[in-house]
């Protein structure tokens, strides 16, 4: 048998409270496409991060091509040729594209020399970019290309990718996955971390199940369901949400004319907007991330205000509300950032329930907050939606991506909102909670919730929205009913393309 190209061998690290990884082994073979699957939690972070020399085993052992491999820090995985092209993009929006690379870069070449090479490299893999562009001028599918090509500089053995598909259109992610091919072809190994399971199975030549730290096997995408893959992550059989049928009620929320400038120099005006939401009914909206989403829900959460009758709530125009009346009123928002935004990071669960929990459950009052009721709602929240932390008192950071996602999604669900306006409800969620997350949206629907649903998953949109309308730099489109809408319409109408032009597709 060949030397593969990367080996690990019992892999361990543990954490205060947690092992992340308890003795994994895995191979990677030259040229080939490896997944990595498992739960919010599993350990797959925490693995590639030892790969890349941000973090440091506690033991076991790593080899490439058969020499030991122990990366002191990500400047030494470099060194020895892998690369990474992480879930969030860090790059700066002020400077242009030659200059993020060059930062990137322990010996950068003279700027001229390097804006040629991006034009090579970029046009060679099928990725075309302007070095001159300015960054927060670029689409988030831009954004990424920026990012691989920063990595393809580098010459890569191995490319490791986290989520690389969660921020484009489909017609993005076929050109991807042609570059993926043919990375793959010239000999380079990749190695693919996504909750998206159909994609899997389209590119993965092999994967490994992680779950609670520990490899509990492989597969091959192409010969295993998606449904297989799932419930070999969760170690269960997989719930598919179940869609109850219901009648639309009276109008929940409306929106009519709604324009909205730009709140920094590299956000996106919001430019007549026209939205209707009746009770009872999900409507989804579509959209590349950066055309508006986080600018709709903030004008809709009153963190923005609005002209007072642009946003009418039952018929109550709300638009100079803010968030605290708005939820009184039972107007409920999810944002997409979830540390920073969603929750206060370095603050308890039992804090962060009580920060937009305190009015409609009761946690205060005249001032004073009842904290035997707020950490009670905090354990109800984590047992409702099987978030894995030690308990209430935990910090929110110190809860996996996906575990804080199912956190904050439970705790707007567990107030009975009449309107719940979510942006990117499962996103960076296994496929179990992900699952569990639609069926609660699905069951708030069904109970008389009118639902907003932002996401760049079309699948999920297409699975639980009653309706579908799209963002694009900032307008949205006409809604159409989800019902016999075709994925192909759906990415036309995300880059903009609305009207008679879907309607001959």
């Known amino acids: 048998m060949s030397i593969p190209l990367l080996s690990l061998q019992g892999l361990t690290k543990a954490y205060p409270g947690v092992v992340a990884n308890d003795g994994v082994s895995l191979d990677i073979g030259e040229g080939e496409v490896h997944a990595l699957l498992g ?33 002191s820090e990500p400047r030494a995985a470099r060194a020895d040729g892998i690369a990474m092209v992480f879930q969030h993009f860090s790059l700066f929006n002020a400077l242009n594209v030659a200059e993020n690379i060059a930062l990137g870069m322990e010996r950068p070449p003279a700027m001229r020399d390097l804006a040629a090479r991006i034009r090579e490299v970029s046009e060679t893999y099928g990725l075309p970019l302007d070095p001159y562009r300015t960054v927060g001028d670029l689409s988030a599918g831009e954004r990424q290309r920026v990012e691989i090509i920063r990595c393809l500089l580098q010459d890569p053995k191995l490319l490791i990718m986290d989520e690389p598909t969660s921020v484009l259109t489909p017609q993005e992610v076929e050109i991807l996955f042609q570059t993926l091919q043919k990375l793959r072809a010239e000999g380079t190994s990749i190695l693919y971390i996504s909750h998206k399971l159909e994609e899997i199975r389209t590119l993965c030549d092999s994967a490994t199940i992680l779950r609670l730290g520990r490899n509990v096997g492989t597969c091959v995408p192409a010969q295993t369901t998606a449904r297989e893959m799932a419930e070999l992550m969760v ?68 963190e923005m205000p609005s002209a007072a009758d642009a946003v009418r709530l039952a018929g109550r125009p ?156 900032g307008r949205l489109s006409a809604p159409r009913e989800t019902a016999g809408l075709s994925v192909e319409e759906i990415g036309l109408m995300m880059g903009g393309a609305h009207g008679m032009e879907v309607a001959h597709v």
């Open 235 to 302: 170690g269960s059989a997989l719930h598919t949400p179940e869609r109850a049928g219901r009648d639309f009620g009276d109008m929940a929320l409306d929106i009519s004319g709604l324009s909205a400038p730009a709140p920094s120099a590299f956000g996106t005006a919001l430019k007549n907007v026209h939205l209707a939401v009746r009770k009872g009914e999900v409507l989804g909206i579509g959209g590349v991330a950066g055309n508006g989403q986080d600018e709709l829900l903030s004008v809709l959460s009153g």
């Open 39 to 71: 739960e919010n939690g599993a350990g797959k972070s925490t693995l590639v991060k030892m790969i890349y020399g941000l973090v440091k085993p506690d033991s076991g052992h790593m080899s490439l091509r058969g020499k030991p491999f122990a990366p």
């Open 318 to 473: 709300i638009g100079r509300l803010g968030p605290v009346a708005r939820r009184r009123l039972g107007l409920l928002t999810a944002p997409e950032e979830r540390l920073g935004h969603a929750a206060a990071p370095d603050m308890s669960l039992t804090e962060n329930a009580l920060l937009t929990g305190s009015v409609r459950q009761g946690l205060e009052t005249n001032g004073f907050l009842n904290w035997g009721k707020a950490e009670a709602f905090a354990r109800r929240i984590i047992e409702s939606f099987d978030v894995r932390t030690p308990g209430p008192d935990s910090a929110a950071r110190s809860l996996s991506g996906g575990n804080l996602q199912k956190f904050v999604i439970g705790r707007e669900v567990l107030q009975e909102p009449e309107v719940l306006v979510v942006n990117q409800p499962t996103w960076g969620v296994d496929a179990s909670a992900a699952a569990a997350i639609r069926q609660a949206i699905l069951d708030l629907a069904a109970g008389g919730c009118a639902v907003v649903c932002i996401s760049q998953d079309l699948d999920e949109l297409m699975e639980i929205s009653d309706s579908f309308a799209a963002l694009n730099e």
